[in-house]
Structures are given as structure tokens and as C-alpha cells.
């Protein structure tokens, strides 16, 4: 079957990950124990079946564990993956092209009548009220 590959990257500033504002945050560098739960649920026959031809969006993702599971497992119209912290951002983008790579060159398994998902990374500040509006 179909695997995800995953770079995960050093926290930094340890001692205070959280940092001093919201956008510098950098625990989305480093995988959660519940992101590989989430990911091992959404590949299950019966969430593979429930994400066909949906739009999956995954709000503070980090590594975006979850998320690349869905578009590896599953057949959704459009994944998108989100955080704020730029590097995060970066190494989702990334995990992203690390994955549609393996897919081309190892196939991703799925039946051929598929389409291929659209997976994209964005920065999404939940403090910014103009997403009120949308």
C-alpha cells in the first residue's frame, strides 16, 4: 500500500517553543503522537471511503501528518494544509513535494480511474479577523 514520508525538523528555542507571538511558534516543526493516530484513522477503509472527492483542510498541521494520509489514502478533491509559523510552512511545502515525488515515481495504489488530489500549503493566522468574512 501507500506510504507517507515525513521530514520533521528540531524545534527551536526548546526551552520556549511557544515563543513570544503567535508566528513564532515552532512546536509544528516536530511530530505529535496524535497526528500519527489521526493519520492511521483517516487511512482506515471507512474514512478512505468518507474523504472521496472532498476538500480536506487541516488547521495547524505542522508536519501535516494527517492531511498527506488523506491524499495518500484516500481520493479527496483538494488538500489543504495549514500553520502560520513560516518554517513550518516550508517544511510542509516540503512534505508536500516529498510525497507527490515518491507517488511518481512508485505509484500511489490507488485505482486507476483516480484523480490526482491537489495538495497545497498555506499560512492561516486565526487571530486575523478578515477570515471572518470568508
Known amino acids: 500500500g501507500s506510504s507517507v514520508l515525513i521530514r ?38 471507512s474514512m478512505v471511503r468518507r474523504m472521496e472527492r472532498k476538500t480536506v483542510l487541516e488547521l495547524g498541521a505542522g508536519c501535516g501528518i494527517p492531511a498527506l494520509a488523506c491524499a495518500a489514502y484516500s481520493n479527496p478533491k483538494s488538500v489543504t494544509i495549514t500553520d502560520l509559523n513560516p518554517e513550518t510552512i516550508d517544511n510542509i511545502r516540503y512534505n508536500i513535494e516529498l510525497n507527490d515525488q515518491r507517488q511518481q515515481r512508485d505509484g500511489d495504489g490507488k485505482d486507476a480511474t483516480a484523480t490526482k488530489t491537489t495538495t497545497t500549503a498555506s499560512s492561516i493566522d486565526w487571530g486575523d479577523e478578515a477570515l471572518l468574512s470568508l
Open 8 to 45: 520533521e525538523l528540531p524545534i527551536t528555542h526548546a526551552d520556549n517553543p511557544f515563543g513570544q507571538a503567535p508566528i513564532e511558534d515552532t512546536t509544528g516543526l516536530g511530530i505529535w503522537c496524535a497526528s500519527l493516530v489521526m493519520a492511521r484513522w483517516l487511512a482506515s477503509p
